[in-house]
């Protein structure tokens, strides 16, 4: 089909799938670097963090249903909570285990999420209309993008910049990227370092929830959805290197634009593209593209 398509008009579809995989990479991006902080810091492979995206969905949707638009903003918050007891009450008691222990657990926390979520709102995909501000499209010359997928990626650069600038400049920052390396001398030093990890495994779960937030109303909100986050999630991460953030952002809106035109081109082949692509890069690069030596995984 493409064969006999003008040249203007491939370049169109061309650049409206590239935008639009920018978006469905900055989404990403965030189940990604929420899924690596939560590794770096804890040593905990977390394979229920596509249920915490899921969790971000179906609270978004619940606000908007009772109490509309503006509630919806403290659908993360909720999720960030959520994390935040799991880890209280479940997460700590991994952290001096075998890693095939925690692997087992938070499958099975997986797992139980969405049954909850099936049980409380039944297995049937629930449309999110977007918000009526963004309705609508823009037309840039050849350029064509709906008004809230371009909200979208706004909304997701500026969250990630928020998150670099704040994991670089302030002191809680500066607490996690040390502890991320080496968590005894941070205790050392006075930290109390049980609250630090928290709060971090409650930031990656809000991370999450953000991003479930921001996707409702582009994917049908479904219990199965956590198993569309969480795969791609853990692509971007090894794609990106571990502890690499700027990696995670590359390594996002990559697989994003790869697997939007795949979807345009060859819709067969767009599960398995972004795995035949992380290979790729592993072969060339086997740390990812911006991965750094970890000594306390090595």
Known sequence: MAAIWPDGAMLDVILSQVATGLVLGGLY??????????????????FAHGGFFALGAYFAL?????FGWPAVLAAPLLVGAVGMAVERTLIHRLYDKEP?????????LALMIEALLRLIYGGIGQPFDQPPIFTGIYLWGPLLITKYRLAVFVMTMALLAGLWAFLQFTPFGRILRAASRDPEMVGLL????????????GLGCALAGIAGVLAA??????PSMSENAIM???VVVVIGGLGSFAGAVIAGLLVGVVTALTIQF???????????????ILL??????LGERWERFE
């Open 100 to 108: 095939l222990i925690s692997l087992i657990v938070t499958f099975a």
């Open 62 to 66: 619940t606000l908007y249903q009772q």
């Open 29 to 46: 991006v965030l189940i990604a670097i929420g899924l690596s902080i939560i590794f770096g810091l804890l040593g905990i492979v977390n």
């Open 217 to 222: 109303p582009l994917w049908t909100v479904i």
């Open 232 to 234: 791609p999630a853990f």
């Open 266 to 280: 060859q819709p067969d082949a767009a599960n398995a593209v972004m795995y035949v692509f992380m290979a790729i």
């Open 284 to 289: 060339l690069r086997p740390r990812g593209l």
């Open 190 to 201: 006075g930290i109390r370092l049980p609250r630090v990890l928290t709060a971090v495994f």
